[in-house]
T-cell receptor
Framework: AQSVTQLGSHVSVSEGALVLLRCNYS??????LFWYVQYPNQGLQLLLK??????LVKGINGFEAEFKKSETSFHLTKPSAHMSDAAEYFC???????????????FGQGTILTVHP | DTEVTQTPKHLVMGMTNKKSLKCEQH?????MYWYKQKAKKPPELMFV???????INESVPSRFSPECPNSSLLNLHLHALQPEDSALYLC?????????????FGSGTRLTVV
């Protein structure tokens, strides 16, 4: 089975500060990992994905994430926050063939990012 | 075309009504999904269609009935819903159901059951 834990339901940063959103996963097989962003009353937009290639993944809007197998983590970072980054962020995992949750995308509980001027 | 289009955007229905949600994509994706998202919660998987066949049903009550008429369309038929079914219903698609490619989500249908 697979699961995702996002540490911190709310994160608040100042504009221009580093953004760090934490995600730890559990999977019975090597996972595929994703970060999505959701603005109010909208669907989810894919920020970036890890699919067993490079462990440092660059995404849209200046975000990146590093896959660390030893820590079972996939934290999302951005060097300098913008006001437009304020949204809810979801980490998600799916399992490769052979996993008990093959074909399913499972989301963490989400982290609401607030950016102060 | 890189979008998943969902209609309607908002729907209010009574508990005795029958309504349908529609989802459309023209990216050639062969897997399509329905998710339900309650306020301040993550999306929860309801159904997975792979190559137009239902492959996963997450023990969803029978008052929700999915349909995949062709590779571009996905419907969710609603009947005799309860107020607790009020939520944002999200459709998504992917190149296939392997989970490798991530999903493209629509903007959702906000459903209110009265």
């Amino acid at each position: 089975a697979q699961s995702v834990t996002q540490l911190g339901s709310h994160v608040s940063v100042s504009e221009g500060a580093l953004v760090l959103l934490r995600c730890n996963y559990s999977s019975s097989v090597p996972p595929y990992l994703f970060w999505y962003v959701q603005y109010p009353n909208q669907g989810l937009q894919l920020l970036l994905k890890y699919t067993s290639a490079a462990t440092l993944v660059k995404g849209i809007n200046g975000f990146e994430a590093e896959f660390k197998k030893s820590e079972t983590s996939f934290h999302l970072t951005k060097p300098s926050a913008h006001m437009s980054d304020a949204a809810e962020y979801f980490c998600a995992v799916s399992e490769n063939a052979g996993g008990t949750s093959y074909g399913k995308l499972t989301f963490g509980q989400g982290t609401i990012l607030t950016v102060h001027p | 075309d890189t979008e998943v289009t969902q209609t309607p955007k908002h729907l209010v229905m009574g508990m005795t009504n029958k309504k349908s949600l529609k989802c459309e994509q023209h990216m050639g994706h062969r897997a399509m999904y329905w998710y339900k998202q309650k306020a301040k919660k993550p999306p929860e998987l309801m159904f997975v269609y792979s190559y137009e066949k239902l492959s996963i049903n997450e023990s969803v009550p029978s008052r929700f009935s999915p349909e995949c008429p062709n590779s571009s369309l996905l419907n969710l038929h609603l009947h005799a819903l309860q107020p607790e079914d009020s939520a944002l219903y999200l459709c998504a698609s992917s190149q296939d159901s392997s989970g490798r490619y991530g999903y493209t989500f629509g903007s959702g249908t906000r459903l209110t059951v009265v």
